[in-house]
T-cell receptor
Framework: GQNIDQPTEMTATEGAIVQINCTYQ??????LFWYQQHAGEAPTFLSY????GLEEKGRFSSFLSRSKGYSYLLLKELQMKDSASYLC?????????????FGTGTLLAVQP | GAVVSQHPSWVICKSGTSVKIECRSL??????MFWYRQFPKQSLMLMAT?????????EQGVEKDKFLINHASLTLSTLTVTSAHPEDSSFYIC???????????FGEGSWLTVV
């Protein structure tokens, strides 16, 4: 089976930095995505990593280590609106079809 | 604006009836779309891969006769929940890949409540 694990919940303070980890063991790998999802809404794209290293985009950064099956999402200068679920997803290498398998999701609560 | 549109956004149906949810790609052709289900406070679970012009590929544990998928055109995939039961109540969401770069678009999702 495919295992993609994240902490269930995290709490952080407004203005701080938080790191959300994701570990994966999958039968294939063709990139890792991070999404943000507010309750009752569709996921919105945050970042994509396919090579090892850090990808930075504004307040959000994502890191990937393929050899360790590990990724993290770093959120800086936290804002109240960042309270949401954060989902990592591995894209499986299925030839013509690259399906996404989602992790368990991390519910982040940003407190004043 | 949305590039993948789902309809309806929410639906309430009686137990035993069937419900159809549509997923449309608005500005691109999608030979492949994906259907997910999400229960409250849980992550997205892939149900099936919808392939234009051929049968859908279902994930293990998903009943193909209960969740009928039709991908009759390059811009439309439908998911029909047949003989719905209260335990089928969930948030159903589709996604499609443009084939350009690594962009995957999600529909707005459809809330199904079976009473």
């Amino acid at each position: 089976g495919q295992n993609i694990d994240q902490p269930t919940e995290m709490t952080a303070t407004e203005g701080a930095i938080v790191q959300i980890n994701c570990t994966y063991q999958t039968s294939g790998f063709n990139g890792l995505f991070w999404y943000q999802q507010h309750a009752g809404e569709a996921p919105t794209f945050l970042s994509y990593n396919v090579l090892d290293g850090l990808e930075e985009k504004g307040r959000f950064s994502s890191f990937l280590s393929r050899s360790k099956g590990y990724s993290y999402l770093l959120l800086k200068e936290l804002q109240m609106k960042d309270s949401a679920s954060y989902l990592c997803a591995v894209r499986m290498d299925g030839g013509a079809t690259n399906k996404l398998i989602f992790g368990t999701g991390t519910l982040l609560a940003v407190q004043p | 604006g949305a590039v993948v549109s789902q309809h309806p956004s929410w639906v309430i149906c009686k137990s035993g009836t069937s419900v159809k949810i549509e997923c449309r790609s608005l500005d691109f052709q999608a030979t492949t779309m994906f259907w997910y289900r999400q229960f409250p406070k849980q992550s997205l679970m892939l149900m099936a891969t919808s392939n234009e012009g051929s049968k859908a590929t279902y994930e293990q544990g998903v009943e193909k006769d209960k969740f009928l998928i039709n991908h009759a055109s390059l811009t439309l995939s439908t998911l029909t929940v047949t003989s719905a039961h209260p335990e089928d109540s969930s948030f159903y969401i589709c996604s499609a890949e443009t084939g350009l770069g690594n962009t995957i678009y999600f529909g707005e999702g459809s809330w199904l409540t079976v009473v």
